[in-house]
Nanobody, 124 residues
Framework: QVQLVESGGGLVQAGGSLRLSCAASGRTFSQYTMGWFRQAPGKEREFVATITSSDDTTHYADSVKGRFTISRDNAKKTVYLQMNSLKPEDTAVYYC?????????????????WGQGTQVTVSS
């Protein structure tokens, strides 16, 4: 069992940056593949980025590739999402999620635990 709490969201102008954090409880954080998803108003939740537990392999949605970076600090039980060159279309509630299999997973169904989300708003 793991509990996830996101932080770091807020309002930023287009072109700006934000760093989201997701703090996890529990003793086995290092064994979880971690992911970030987002949901914009009126849209379905979509995959953003993931980092595996086994070797820190990362994978990104095409829409954020080159602008966002996912990383993890197992000692702090935290996963981060550094977001640069933000665009208005990045506006969404951002969720972190944990998958207890050591794999690249871009589907919501692959994740077992979810945080409550943090709002990111990018103004034009």
């Amino acid at each position: 069992q793991v509990q996830l709490v996101e932080s770091g969201g807020g309002l930023v102008q287009a072109g700006g940056s934000l760093r989201l954090s997701c703090a996890a409880s529990g003793r086995t954080f290092s064994q979880y593949t971690m992911g970030w998803f987002r949901q914009a108003p009126g849209k379905e939740r979509e995959f953003v980025a993931t980092i595996t537990s086994s070797d820190d392999t990362t994978h990104y949605a095409d829409s954020v590739k080159g602008r966002f970076t996912i990383s993890r600090d197992n000692a702090k039980k935290t996963v981060y999402l550094q977001m640069n060159s933000l665009k208005p279309e990045d506006t969404a509630v951002y969720y972190c999620a944990a998958d207890d299999w050591p794999r690249i997973s871009i589907a919501e169904q692959g994740y077992d635990y979810w945080g409550q989300g943090t709002q990111v708003t990018v103004s034009s």
